[in-house]
T-cell receptor, first 112, second 113 residues
Framework: GEKVEQHESTLSVREGDSAVINCTYTDTASSYFPWYKQEAGKSLHFVID?????DRKQSQRLIVLLDKKAKRFSLHITATQPEDSAIYFC???????????FGKGTLLTVTP | DPKIIQKPKYLVAVTGSEKILICEQYLGHNAMYWYRQSAKKPLEFMFS???????DNQTASSRFQPQSSKKNHLDLQITALKPDDSATYFC????????????FGEGSKLTVL
């Protein structure tokens, strides 16, 4: 089955800087890659996604890049703010079913 | 207002007992899921249902039994509880099984003593 590796377990940046979280996946047939955010003590919510027919997608300060050849995708948060502090999960949907496989999460801390 | 309601939010159980986690969604979604999050493992997919039918089961143990009495309900019964079952259990839903965006409930944090 699909395996998703999230490379940074923790990441600390200063407010205003950019943060980058990198993930790799194993299933060549995976075609859908969402990201979820979990604030301390709260549930997860969707932030952005990318499908395999594009290699870049932007939503305000969030940019997702997808490199299908390398089976790698990344989340870039520009002009970070303290409220961006949370755990971010990268996710891949396998090609053989609709199951979403989550990475282990990256704890992002944005310091003022 | 929360659109996915999970009950209870916190529960403590003794080893060997049985508990039911409740999940109701008011988003009009056709697919529902259970995920588990513990300190030892990342967010772990357990079950998916579509139109009240079990579609995927990634839980090896039969001690975990999902129950769907209505389209917008997906409860999780756990029997013969073990301390390793301690985790936060998240219910989620999506418009359909092939619609990627999941909406998560607030979770039910289970502690097994």
């Amino acid at each position: 089955g699909e395996k998703v590796e999230q490379h940074e377990s923790t990441l600390s940046v200063r407010e205003g800087d950019s943060a980058v979280i990198n993930c790799t996946y194993t299933d060549t047939a995976s075609s859908y890659f969402p990201w979820y955010k979990q604030e301390a003590g709260k549930s997860l919510h969707f932030v952005i996604d990318i499908r395999s027919n594009v290699d870049r997608k932007q939503s305000q300060r969030l940019i997702v890049l997808l490199d299908k050849k390398a089976k790698r995708f990344s989340l870039h948060i520009t002009a970070t703010q303290p409220e961006d502090s949370a755990i971010y999960f990268c996710v891949a949907r396998g090609g053989s079913n609709y199951k979403l496989t989550f990475g282990k999460g990256t704890l992002l801390t944005v310091t003022p | 207002d929360p659109k996915i309601i999970q009950k209870p939010k916190y529960l403590v159980a003794v080893t060997g007992s049985e508990k039911i986690l409740i999940c109701e969604q008011y988003l009009g979604h056709n697919a529902m899921y259970w995920y588990r999050q513990s300190a030892k493992k990342p967010l772990e997919f357990m079950f998916s249902y579509s139109y009240q039918k079990l579609m995927d089961n990634q839980t090896a143990s039969s001690r975990f039994q999902p129950q769907s009495s209505k389209k917008n309900h997906l409860d999780l019964q756990i029997t013969a509880l073990k301390p390793d079952d301690s985790a936060t259990y998240f219910c989620a839903s999506s418009q359909d099984r092939n619609t990627g965006q999941l909406y998560f409930g607030e979770g039910s944090k289970l502690t097994v003593l």
